[in-house]
């Protein structure tokens, strides 16, 4: 079993309420609930994290070491495009991570294409809606499982 981590990033605090056209209609709580579902029957912890804070992202980054975290999911939200920040605290702890992004950030505006984590995350998941965040818990499964 491994220890896995999920953060999101902010404004998805309003899942559901937020642009549901591009985000969907189901709540962050239903999303994240649904991503603790998938760990536990791969038999993996899944805890979980949301801030509109850069500081507390970086922070909770920073705490992942010392609780043993194997593996990071992260939605970064609109820091995806800005935050050089959460990228060094990504690479300051050497934890792998996932992208995830529920839309297609690659057909939205040109400044949501760019990002400055994709390069060093195991992979990125997006436009896949809410169920991209039970993807990337399968996902997770596979790296740590891998021989």
């Excluded at 998938?38 to 899944?46: P, Y």
């Excluded at 949301?50 to 980054?61: D, F, G, K, P, T």
Aim: aromatic content about 6%; overall charge negative.
């Amino acid at each position: 079993m491994a220890k896995l981590l999920l953060l999101n990033g902010p404004n998805l605090n309003l899942l559901g309420q937020r642009e549901p056209e591009v985000y969907g209609h189901d709540s962050l709580s239903d999303v994240v609930q649904r991503a603790h579902q998938k760990a536990a029957q791969l038999g993996h912890q899944l805890e979980d994290f949301q801030s509109n804070a850069e500081h507390e992202l970086v922070n909770r980054i920073h705490q992942a070491k010392q609780d043993g975290i194997g593996l990071i999911i992260f939605n970064p939200g609109a820091f995806t495009h800005t935050s050089i920040s959460l990228r060094d605290a990504l690479l300051g702890v050497d934890i792998p991570f996932i992208e995830l992004h529920l839309s297609n950030v690659f057909a939205r505006e040109e400044f949501r294409q760019h990002s400055f984590l994709s390069d060093i995350a195991l992979g990125v998941i997006s436009g896949m809606g809410a169920k991209g965040y039970e993807l990337a818990v399968e996902a997770a499964d596979n790296k740590l499982t891998e021989n």
